[in-house]
């Protein structure tokens, strides 16, 4: 088998060939799907292998005193001998794992061939493709947890053993110094238990992760900005929690602590950073200090992790086994969110290079996770059925079995402009999915798409991707007037169904659409009204929180004018461009409103050029949609306002978001691009493919998009509003 390994005296890291360990009595043989770089813990082992000798002595005064005590002891000669040989040798990197149960050994039945597990220890847990790991060192995965995700569980154990040190209460305001893998990890748990959450950290694109995370405010420890924070936020009183992520050599993080604690605060050091603690600070306040030992109680007892002699429940709640587990449940329930850390997911045959990318700043990470050749995905989760009066659904039909190895296989049918900008790029290299086949009707263009993203069949004939058993889910990426058929004919072809905007051009496609759901039981379906999931329109939402009173939204739309020959304009056939493209905006007010509206009035300027759309909602609520084509380039494509309950929501074209009320909100930074959703909507469509769990939209509520879009239509011929009567 494979290992990564590292000369200490030399700095040469290496993917070796080394035996297949023995499955030994009382732990399992795991074949690793995805290991976790520590970029923190393993970069400083790395860059201190690269050192001088003497930068070496510098770096580790501790193992500098044992060196001179073994000299005191043995004599310069055996002690120099012992040092050379143990440095010139080859040690293991890695200690955060998912794998695959390969071999039980005698002792163990909490386990089977063929489960999925989290691992732990930096000596079992290491970037190789087979480790033996002891029976507490390891927890089995929920079921529908990516591997991916659950090879953060050492990580994770860290971060929620710090947090445990910290004993948060409701309420209370922490500040985390160092926005790092740990630092990030702990944010959210904090988060998730009640905490207000300040972020310290020089690196501005951490501090906005961190936000995005959860955390109130972030920012550099050099500015006022923190200091202000915590002065508002605490009423001037300091934060009850300080946890120190940080590494280095700088005693900023301790001086910083003091100066921001409260009387008789805590402050728990989680990282490895200097701790000359200024004593008057530290008296004066009488701070808590504490120190988190890695994954928590078991850790560095042998009888504990290498005999598995398990501490009583009833005197240590937590152990490192049962951290590592409850880390695991808090992903599995969406708790706690490690996707938004993983910077880079590299082949473990390019381990070396990605060290070496790592390690000269070439590769910017929060973190990276190694791939191995047989990586699992999630198991399989049963889909839950509901059902709903407004779609009448046939036989439930169940999501198809999944293989917890297989990927998800996603076809294409259309691999235009669309497909190929918006779409296609976020999925060609997403962990877990494979482009099985692309279906267009000219042979160069599906040919183009193949060698562009990778699909493994090209061809011009539907019914081999309808009739492939092996294909979970068919994107529908053509032309809008092709949209229902397609859909329709896939749905009864029991496949899951992305069909990207609109769903149906008149009435009669759309209950075409629900036919098929009826006659199949299949409502397997998303609409790539993919809006609602961009993350600064998810952050402004979160940020401006419930209401109680109805609410008045204005979304404008600065459509603008299309080129000459667009085949948009081909309205006879293609509907119109508010038709083709009016149900984001539908879609996103009423996400936003928590509601599907109950009637749509339409009025247009001549030639409909410029529609003014309003939507009445059931809790009296009203949303004012302009689509207007007619407006200066240069001017943002789309803004909007939601005002209620004495609070505003602002929405700048993607680019900037901001809450007034008793308290007011901006948005952090610029982002680098317009976010308009569709990476997180793609993740969330293929989580549901993968795991048979909940569309990431109710149908009922793609249907009553579709039809308030459709209705509009019907408003401007008639003059006068139209009630949506629901279905039964």
Known sequence: MKQVVQNYKSGELAVLDVPVPGCKPGGVLVRTAYSLISTGTELMKVSEAGMSMLGKARSRPDQVAKVMQSV??????????????????????????????????????????????????????????????????????????????????TVGSIALQGVRRGEPQLGEVALVIGLGLIGQLVVQLLVASGVRVIGVDPDPARCELAERLGAEACGDPASAAVENSVAEITGGLGVDQVYLAAGGGSNQPVELAARLSRDRGRVVDIGKCRLDLPWNAYYEKELDVRFSRSYGPGRYDPEYELEGRDYPIGYVRWTERRNLACFLDLLARDNVDVEPLVSHVADFGDAVKTYQRLKDGELKAVAVLFRYPEAVEEGEAEAPSVAVPAVRRGTSVPAPARSGRAPVRLAFVGAGNYATSMLLPHLAQRDGVELSTVVTTTALSATNAQRKFGFARATTDLDAVLGDPSVDAVFVVTRHSS?????????????????????????????????????????????????????????????????????????????????????????????????GEGGHFVDTASWLLDADPTSVYAVATPGNEDLQVVLDYPDGSTATLSYVTSGPSGFPKETLDLVADGRALRLDDFVRASVYGRKRWVSSRLPKARDKGQSAELAAFVKAVRTGGPMPVPLESLVATTAATLAVRTSLVSGAPVTLARGR
Not at 92 to 120: F, N, R, T
Not at 532 to 554: C, D, I, N, Y
Not at 555 to 560: C, Q
């Open 72 to 153: 005191a002891t043995n004599g310069m000669s055996a002690t120099y001998r012992k040092v050379i040989n143990q440095l010139d040798s080859y040690t293991p990197l890695g200690y955060s794992l998912c794998g695959v149960v390969e071999q039980v050994g005698p002792g163990i039945d909490d386990v089977a061939v063929g489960d999925l597990v989290a691992c732990a220890g930096n000596e079992h847990a290491l970037h190789a493709e087979l480790n033996w790991v002891p029976k507490n060192l390891y927890a089995r995965v929920p079921d529908g947890l990516a591997p991916q995700h659950a090879a953060f569980g």
């Open 483 to 579: 949209h229902a058929e397609l859909t329709r004919k896939a749905l009864l072809a029991g496949k899951t169904v992305f069909v990207e905007k609109p769903l149906a051009l008149t009435e009669e496609e759309l209950a075409g659409v629900l036919a098929a759901v009826e006659e199949s039981g299949n409502d397997r379906l998303q609409v790539g009204f993919n809006r609602r999931f961009a993350p600064l329109l998810q952050e402004a939402r979160k940020q401006f929180g419930a209401r109680t009173g109805p609410a008045s939204l204005r979304y404008l739309v600065n459509a603008g004018r299309l080129q000459h020959g667009s085949w948009y304009l081909q309205q006879s056939t293609e509907g119109t461009r508010f038709a």
